[in-house]
């Protein structure tokens, strides 16, 4: 079974900034795409960001322009970096990993991130 680990969230005030981290348990190149996706309460689960095995990168409306998602290869860790946090990105972040041959879909457990005065 892999695991995927966030960490990172914090209280932040707004216009802050802050950098996720999702650290998985296998190579992260068997993956065909990693992505960061975030669920506030009484709200449906959004894709934040994502970026495929070959780099390709995608964001969501909402936070485009404010948000990088990366990857570190070695650490087997995948980064969303997000600035001028606005009190609407408060969330439970988490990271989920899609894989093919066997198709597979894997979540965390997720990171709180708080923006407030």
């Known amino acids: 079974q892999v695991q995927l680990v966030e960490s990172g969230g914090a209280l932040v005030q707004p216009g802050g900034s802050l950098r996720l981290s999702c650290a998985a348990s296998r190579n992260i190149l068997d993956f065909t795409t990693m992505g960061w996706y975030r669920q506030a309460p009484g709200k449906q689960r959004e894709l934040v960001a994502e970026?495929?095995?070959?780099?390709?990168?995608n964001y969501a409306d909402s936070v485009a322009g404010r948000a990088t998602i990366s990857r570190h290869m070695t650490r087997n860790t995948v980064y969303l970096e997000m600035n001028s946090l606005k009190p609407e990105d408060t969330a439970l972040y988490l990271c989920k990993a899609e894989a093919d041959s066997p198709r597979s879909t894997y979540w965390g457990q997720g990171t709180q991130v708080t923006v407030s005065s």
């Open positions: 970026i495929t095995v070959l780099g390709d990168t």
